[in-house]
């Protein structure tokens, strides 16, 4: 099957040039003068490689390629010009030409780049189908949920997921923030280039720029070779940055930087880059609050909630646990050779009621771990209480009997519960970040134990 190339030019003689020479080399061609021409022929055909001359009547060259990027992001598209510039050159690559030909066009530098291009996109083409079954784990299907706003979200979700602007989720830990910013990536024309998600409160402040800026060698103790930051290797792609308002003030106003100018200074060098990112942030914490006290620069926050989406909690959406559960009995029966086939109505009982400061998270370990130690068909209460029976039934009436203050009442939940639970559960029941779970710690004085 031949190659169908689309030469958009209104100088006659070059494009009658140009088709002879690229019919020969054995391609499909379609001429056309102007932009508005060649939107009719891509609407109508399919189109693998299209060549535009900047200077055209009525649209030209340059918002030709910001319409087909928009509608074909798939189509690799070469630009032509008789008047070269540095200037025009930077705009056609940034606006996703894929490359830049000055006039007059040395025709085998042209079969050369063609060959390349259309090798290179049929390469990612097939990336991508492999990686279909991949991406499906965050494709909406994929996301249960028969709650009425869990649904509203997700309509809403499907209708910006192409858009180019930044996304700020919301939502208490556990509730699913990165998989929202994966299905939003998944659906949109980035799908094919990188999701990188970051933990900000993850990474300590003395790297932020290191991992995210890139270094050069030799500009700080330990820099060994010249590194790529995180952001330069999502170029084109997506950032999730989980946590944000974990970020210190001053790494706050160098991540604006970056937002508003869209592009980096690697640690130690002179020169910047420029990058093509969409921002998705998420935080399990009151942003705005936290903007009114000081803690969140307000110009941060304005750039990063362009679209907002709030995350409702588990217990908010009783009506679907009882979907994730029997999703995640199936996932984990077939992960690990099981065939679990029924959860006695007791356990879901004992599931809907409980409150799930954990939430979806919480559960999904829960029935995994149901799973792995069923010695049966059937998941029973018992392994559901003996999880959960602490949690639900005694701390919470203990607690609010004493009429602890919020401070005493956290201070209490660790030391009760760090001798039975990770840091990550105990920071997931609270509703917080292992760093704040740690902040605390080393507040009150509490010494994490080894317990065997």
């Not at 709650?147 to 809403?156: A, G, R």
């Not at 997506?238 to 592009?263: C, G, M, N, W, Y």
């Amino acid at each position: 099957m031949f190659n169908k190339i689309l030469l958009v030019d209104n100088e006659i003689h070059l494009t009658e040039s140009l088709e002879r020479f690229l019919f020969e080399e054995g391609y499909d061609v379609i001429t056309c003068i102007n932009a508005e021409n060649a939107l009719e022929i891509l609407d109508d055909q399919s189109i693998d490689l299209i060549i535009t001359d900047i200077m055209l009547q009525g649209i030209n060259g340059i918002e030709l390629l910001k319409i087909i990027k928009n509608k074909r992001p798939e189509i690799p598209v070469i630009i032509t010009t008789a008047y070269a510039s540095l200037e025009t050159a930077v705009e056609s690559l940034r606006g996703g030409a894929a490359d830049y030909i000055t006039k007059p066009i040395i025709y085998e530098e042209l079969k050369q780049v063609i060959r390349k291009i259309l090798k290179n996109n049929k390469n990612s083409r097939e990336n991508i189908s492999r990686k279909g079954t991949i991406a499906q784990n965050f494709d909406f299907k994929n996301i249960i949920g028969q709650n009425n706003e869990f649904i509203k979200i997700l309509e809403d979700i499907k209708k910006i997921a192409k858009s180019r602007s930044n996304v700020l989720i919301v939502g208490e830990t556990g509730t699913g923030k990165e998989l929202i910013a994966r299905a939003i990536h998944n659906n949109s024309y980035r799908v094919n280039q990188p999701f990188i998600p970051i933990n900000c409160s993850a990474i300590p402040e003395n790297l932020f720029e290191s991992e995210l800026f890139g270094h050069i060698k030799g500009s700080f103790t330990g820099a060994l070779i010249t590194k790529k930051g995180l952001f330069e290797e999502a170029n084109g792609g997506t950032v999730f940055l989980d946590e944000i308002a974990d970020l210190s003030l001053p790494l706050q106003a160098k991540l604006l930087r970056v937002i508003e100018d869209r592009e980096i200074r690697p640690v130690g060098s002179n020169q910047s880059n420029k990058i093509d990112i969409r921002f998705i942030t998420a935080t399990s914490k009151d942003i705005f609050k936290e903007t009114l006290i000081g803690r969140f620069r307000d110009d941060l926050y304005y750039r990063i909630n362009v679209i907002t989406i709030k995350l409702p909690s588990l217990k908010d959406r009783k009506e679907d646990i009882v979907l994730l559960i029997n999703y995640f009995i199936n996932k984990y029966s077939k992960e690990n050779g099981k065939k679990i086939s029924e959860i006695t109505p007791e356990a879901i009982r004992i599931l809907v009621n409980y409150g799930w400061p954990g939430n979806i998270r919480e559960l999904q370990n829960i029935i995994e771990r149901a799973v792995l130690l069923c010695e049966n068909e059937v998941i029973n209460e018992a392994l559901i209480k003996d999880y959960l029976k602490d949690e639900n039934l005694s701390i919470i009436p203990n607690f609010l009997d004493s009429k602890l203050s919020i401070t005493d009442y956290t201070r209490s939940f660790i030391i009760r519960y760090e001798k039975t639970h990770s840091e990550q559960e105990i920071a997931d029941m609270l509703g917080i970040t292992r760093k704040s779970l740690w902040e605390k710690r080393k507040k009150w004085g509490l010494i994490r134990k080894n317990y065997n």
